[in-house]
């Protein structure tokens, strides 16, 4: 489970995106970075998280953000959910849970009774010099800009 805080120093990752584009943390050097973790591309909840996103990036990149979405979903998949929701950012397509678990958000879930392991809806604020600057596990899916951008 998550077990990184406010002040930590962000995994360093590199993975994959839609497009076979390798995305690194280093790339956000000197960026703020909204990471943004969910379940499963082209859901109820993960659309609406990313749409509200979408809806207010303009005001990201105002403040000197960027946003990465992150979820196991192949590249296909990914790039599907972009096209269709008009989704101006990257989705890294984490198959192999790397970056999924570096950032600890990966674990057991509850669903309906049910019991499985999946991966836990989570934000990391990460600020210019890759430290985390704000851990969100309480997602609002509709209201998420919100909650980042306060």
């Excluded at 990752?13 to 000197?30: C, H, P, R």
């Excluded at 499963?40 to 953000?65: H, I, M, Q, W």
Aim: net charge neutral.
């Amino acid at each position: 489970m998550i077990t990184l805080k406010t002040g930590d120093k962000a995994p360093d990752f590199e993975a994959l995106d839609q497009q076979g584009n390798t995305i690194k943390l280093s790339d956000y050097n000197g960026k703020k970075l909204v990471l943004f973790f969910y379940p499963k591309a082209s859901t109820p909840g993960c659309t609406a998280e990313a749409c509200n996103l979408r809806d207010n990036y303009k005001n990201f990149l105002n403040k000197g953000f960027d946003i990465l979405g992150v979820s196991a979903d192949s590249a296909k998949r990914q790039q599907n959910f972009i096209t269709k929701n008009e989704l101006p950012f990257p989705l890294l397509a984490d198959e192999d849970k790397v970056v999924i678990n570096a950032f600890g958000v990966w674990g057991p879930k509850k669903f309906m009774g049910r019991e499985y392991d999946g991966i836990h809806r989570a934000t990391f604020i990460i600020d210019e010099n890759g430290i985390i600057e704000e851990v969100i596990t309480k997602v609002k899916t509709k209201e998420h800009t919100n909650q980042i951008l306060g």
